[in-house]
T-cell receptor
Framework: GENVEQHPSTLSVQEGDSAVIKCTYSDSASNYFPWYKQELGKRPQLIIDIRSNVGEKKDQRIAVTLNKTAKHFSLHITETQPEDSAVYFCAASVTGYQKVTFGTGTKLQVIP | GAGVSQSPSNKVTEKGKDVELRCDPISGHTALYWYRQRLGQGLEFLIYFQGNSAPDKSGLPSDRFSAERTGESVSTLTIQRTQQEDSAVYLC???????????????FGPGTRLTVL
């Protein structure tokens, strides 16, 4: 089955700096890669996703890149703000088979 | 409409007791997932239901865990003879597929915090 690894497990950045979270996956059939944000005590929510037919997707201060050859994808947050502090999960799945495999999470702390 | 709901929000039980957790998915969502999240840990897949297909139970940690879903509606996760290591937040999620344009976007419920004394 699919295995998703995520690094780092914790990340502290100064407000205004950029943050990068990296994930690798094992199943070459995976073609959908969502990222979820979980604020303290709250439920995970989708913040951005990317499909295998594109290499990069951007939404305001967040962007995701995908390298299918190397089987890794990354989340980039620019101009970080305190409200970006949360746990971020990457995930991978295969269209047509809905089981989603999550990474172990990255706790991001943005220091004001 | 309303999002995914779960009940109870908190459950404290004694070791050895059975517990039942409930999930109400978003109306019309064909897929339903259960995850376990231990304190400070990631999302551990437990079980997945898709319409009337056989559920994917590959993540259930032991035969003490079981889940049911009637059609495309409510699901219950049952843990028998609870152990202290079962203490965690149990999250339910649902998704709309294949009609969704966001592939497998999952909408999570608020979770049930289970504490086994």
């Amino acid at each position: 089955g699919e295995n998703v690894e995520q690094h780092p497990s914790t990340l502290s950045v100064q407000e205004g700096d950029s943050a990068v979270i990296k994930c690798t996956y094992s199943d070459s059939a995976s073609n959908y890669f969502p990222w979820y944000k979980q604020e303290l005590g709250k439920r995970p929510q989708l913040i951005i996703d990317i499909r295998s037919n594109v290499g990069e997707k951007k939404d305001q201060r967040i962007a995701v890149t995908l390298n299918k050859t190397a089987k890794h994808f990354s989340l980039h947050i620019t101009e970080t703000q305190p409200e970006d502090s949360a746990v971020y999960f990457c995930a991978a799945s295969v269209t047509g088979y809905q089981k989603v495999t999550f990474g172990t999470g990255t706790k991001l702390q943005v220091i004001p | 409409g309303a999002g995914v709901s779960q009940s109870p929000s908190n459950k404290v039980t004694e070791k050895g007791k059975d517990v039942e957790l409930r999930c109400d998915p978003i109306s019309g969502h064909t897929a339903l997932y259960w995850y376990r999240q231990r304190l400070g840990q990631g999302l551990e897949f437990l079980i997945y239901f898709q319409g009337n297909s056989a559920p994917d139970k590959s993540g259930l940690p032991s035969d003490r865990f079981s889940a049911e879903r009637t059609g495309e509606s409510v699901s219950t996760l049952t843990i028998q003879r609870t152990q202290q290591e079962d203490s965690a937040v149990y999250l339910c999620a649902s998704s709309l597929w294949p009609r969704s344009t966001s592939y497998n976007e999952q909408f999570f419920g608020p979770g049930t915090r289970l504490t086994v004394l």
